[in-house]
């Protein structure tokens, strides 16, 4: 056992203030800060556990319920009171599409969750798959249900600050800031389900990041909408280029409100907004403190606007909330064993290790870009290796900082595919434990693949 003073001395990184040389680097700093010491802060270790999920987004959440399944004592830790993250805290109003024009193939835990969310909009017809529309605080209660029925315990308000290595290779244990200061828990395999990727870059993984980072945006709702109005009058998308939306763009009256507007009802009166694009860095605290202001400016200018070229609908509707999450689409991709490319894509490539099978289309949020769809039917392997991070290894990746190139990105980031990347990677976690001694590269994928098609999953 390593005294208190040497396991403060291992810690891989601790934000702000860690020793590594490449501490500076992975935290994201502009330049080297100065440093100061917690040498005589003591850090008190709040148990063991077999698996760790940090991050309660949708792919945080499957990785716990299918690690918790799996029969692995799990945590689930999450910065935020809730779960579901973009999909929920984030306020994004829709599932992508759940089936590839012609069938489901997000599957398994996917597919549960999915069917349980639609109780929430009960306007939304039964049998429709794609691009339902979400009520977050439904979506966020049936997450919270199957992940306390799966047997795993959750921890909010509780935010991922360093990482303990005793080895190169291996997370022993991580730092979480909570109202108790910092905490340590330790854990046989990690699951980074932070979007950010937080865990495996502070525990010396190589990540990937654009020098353009795809926009953010923060979502918001507007209630007291009038909803036979909102229904019945002009399409409002930003995708029908005859919305009135682009008059109010040219008036120049509304410098914030962009040709960006997916707006979908998420209840009586309550209309939801995925709308404004707005530039951040994630990983940059300062960055998204202010894009949240510049959010919150940017939803009152889209009320107005909305006011002004949709009056039945939006004469007296007001902003009933903004997201408490900056909506994230880009940020660090971390390197697996494997990484998935455009090209794959397009060869809508199969694979001997795949998990799950993805069709969504290459969507990237950048001036210019042209989207790129497949056809009816068309879809693609994921293969285990983009969540096994090279280097590590006892930690998995899952959802939106899994190992894919840039383009590739544009695809697999949305909540389907993060759904199920999470529940292979939950799965793979309590397989490691059982099979090589929590070594996540070395476990059996002919198994893994028969428990998870055992459990629903689809893919060749
Ligand atoms: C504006 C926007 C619109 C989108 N539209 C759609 C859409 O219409 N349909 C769709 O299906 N997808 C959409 N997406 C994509 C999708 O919502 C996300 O990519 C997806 O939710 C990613 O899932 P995830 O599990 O990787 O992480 P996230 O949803 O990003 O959740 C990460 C969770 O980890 C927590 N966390 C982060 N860091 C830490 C830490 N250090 N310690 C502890 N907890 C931490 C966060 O609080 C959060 O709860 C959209 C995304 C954005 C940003």
Known sequence: MSSRRTFI??????????????????????????????KNLPIGVEGSWDVIVVGGGPSGCTAAISAAREGARTLLIEATGQLGGMGTAGMVPAWCPFSDGEKIIYRGLAEKIFNASKHGVPHEPKEKLDWVNINPEYLMRIYEQMVNQAGAEILYFSRLAAVIKNADDRVDAIVVAN???????????????????????????????????????LCFSLANV?????????????????????????????????????????????????????????????????????????????????????????????????????????????????????????????????????????????????????????????????LTPKGLRNVLTSGRCISTDEEAFGSLRVMPPCLVTGEAAGMAAAHAIRQTQGDVHQIDVKRLRQRLKEEGQYFL
């Not at 001395?9 to 100065?34: F, I, T």
């Not at 889209?302 to 002004?308: F, G, H, P, V």
Request: with cysteine; glycine share 10%; proline share 5%.
């Open 226 to 386: 009038d909803t036979y109005h909102f229904l019945h009058g002009p399409n409002l998308h930003s995708d029908n280029k005859q919305s009135p939306l682009y008059q109010a763009i040219a008036s120049g009256k509304f410098p914030l409100v962009t040709g960006h507007m997916c707006l979908n009802l998420v209840g009586p009166g309550v209309v939801q907004f995925n709308a404004g694009h707005i530039h951040a860095d994630s990983t940059d605290p300062w960055s998204v403190s202010r894009a949240m202001t510049v959010g919150r400016d940017t939803a009152e200018e889209y009320l107005l606007a909305l006011k002004e070229i949709a009056p039945a609908a939006f004469a007296n509707a007001f902003v009933v909330k903004t997201a408490s999450l900056l909506g994230v689409r880009d940020s660090r991709r971390i390197v697996g064993d494997y990484i998935f490319t455009g090209d794959d894509w397009r060869a809508r490539r199969q694979f001997e290790d795949e998990i799950g099978r993805n069709c969504y289309f290459i969507d990237v949020h950048k001036p210019g870009h042209v989207p790129t769809h497949y056809g009816k039917g068309d879809s693609h392997g994921i293969p285990y290796r983009c």
């Open 179 to 217: 109202k108790r200061g910092l905490t340590a828990f330790k854990a046989k395999v990690f699951v980074d389900a932070t979007g950010d990727g937080d865990l495996c870059a502070w525990a010396g993984a190589e990540s990937m990041k654009t020098d353009v980072l795809q926009d953010s945006t």
């Open 9 to 38: 001395k291992q810690m891989g990184a601790l934000a702000a203030l860690s020793s590594l040389p490449m501490a500076s680097h992975a935290l994201g700093w502009a330049k080297k800060p100065e440093q100061l010491s917690l």
